[in-house]
């Protein structure tokens, strides 16, 4: 080996000591916060602790502070993934404003973030949900009516507008459900609630809203936040409660975290794709195995819906406080938690504790699809279930009830059939923590259509209308029942789901108004509106 002049030695250990390290370091400098959730927050809330989930590349190499009067920082969480951190801050002396967040790479600031607490409105958490006074309409947005055709197809979405595609986007949105809010009130509808309006960033089947891709953002598809939060304020405006759809059991496969999960233990995880065995009954069982229990829970829903894992504490208080992000922001004074179930069912407890100590006079109710009281009434808050559990979410949907209608008015009376059938179901109403917040209906948007499952025969259909709009518990309408629709489940999804006419500028008659509906139609329509008006 030949030996380097001493020039060349210097200039060598020059290089290596100090433009190398600084090339790496330039390497490995993290970016700043691409995302940050909660984007912002409140004061005076009833919980003070805050948790914020910073993501950027990175961005848990990165040294965090905070110095506000009020904010205490009391836990910096890092995972596997250095992409993510969680803070965990005590808000109980904080007042309203901005305060920063930085971010230091040693002694070098790298990055600010302004994050905002705002006042709350005044009389927040005294809110009041729905209740046996009130009856609620069901609309899947996508289905309703286009009131902005500028939205149907956007910019950075998989999907755009299909009409010809019964499973396709149709362009509905939350325009068109503003233009006829004043449709559903002269019907005498005093609570409105609508399929889920997150962002479903889907390659295909996006319109039902079920695969959520961004839990804090708003399907532009559908419109912007600031149009939902005016679509609340009109319905509020107008007597009627608001009822959002919520999801926590799962995330549709284009969710962003899928690219980069904060951790493996952030979804349920199977050597293989395991479906969920959709049996619920295992949850309650004395004699249920654990690997039912857990099939049943962390099985998914479906091979493009990745299914979540509550028990990471991170991602339970995420979720709990996303649900109390929508209610504070937006005004609503409902929730629909779908596939109540399926989810850790001690979380769905926890999270419903949550959501009712920061509103108790708010209402929730839960989707426990089951046609056995026994099964059902265990999923309602307030239950003494032989187990001591207490999901703390009030209201259920009335399954069994919803089974019993569509039998009981179209068969032959006899010792168990005919309208001994709704006898009977409201004989076992001992069941129920309060049978009275249970919510009751004839079809909805994952049913047979109510006329359908009534032989399609008008008088039956009326009956069962005056049955359903005058028994105890909480009457809830599918959009289009008033129109006799019909379809079986096992056609399509997208057909009993099919759009509203006079929803869309093309459409040539209009079933908003007397002259576009049918004589049959008319009648049921006054009829509802008497019920509902009485």
Known sequence: MKHLSFSVWITAMLFALFLLPGLRSEAR?????????????WTDMHHTELQIKVYGKDVARLRVEINQPGVVLREIVTLENPNYVFLYLDLSDATPGTFPINFYAGRRLQHTYNFELRQREPGSSQRRGFDASDAMYLLMPDR?????????????????????????RQGGDIQGVRNHLEYLHALGFTALWLNPVFENNQPRYSYHGYAITDFYRVDPRLGTMDEFIQLVKDARALGMDFVKDMIFNHIGDRHWWMADLPSRDWLNQWPSFTRTSYRMTTLLDPHASKADARRMVDGWFDTHMPDLN????HLALYLKQ????????TGITGIRKDTQPYPDKDFMSDWGKYVMSEYPNFNIVGEAWSGEPAIISYFQGGTKNHDGYNSHIPSVFDFALYDEIGHAFEEQEGWGTGLMRLYNALALDFLYANPYNLVIFGDNHDTDRFFTRIGQDTRNLKMALTFLLTTRGIPQIYTGTELLKTAYEHHGHGIMRSPFPGGWPCDTVSAFTPQGRTPEQNKVVDLMRQLLNF
């Open 29 to 41: 400098t993290p970016t700043a916060p691409t995302r940050v959730e909660p984007p912002f927050w």
């Open 144 to 168: 309703f009516s286009n009131g902005n055709t500028a939205n149907d197809n956007m910019p950075g979405m998989l999907e755009g507008v299909d009409r010809a595609n019964p499973n396709g």
């Open 310 to 313: 509550q028990r990471n504490r």
């Open 322 to 329: 996303n649900s109390v992000w929508w209610i504070e922001l």
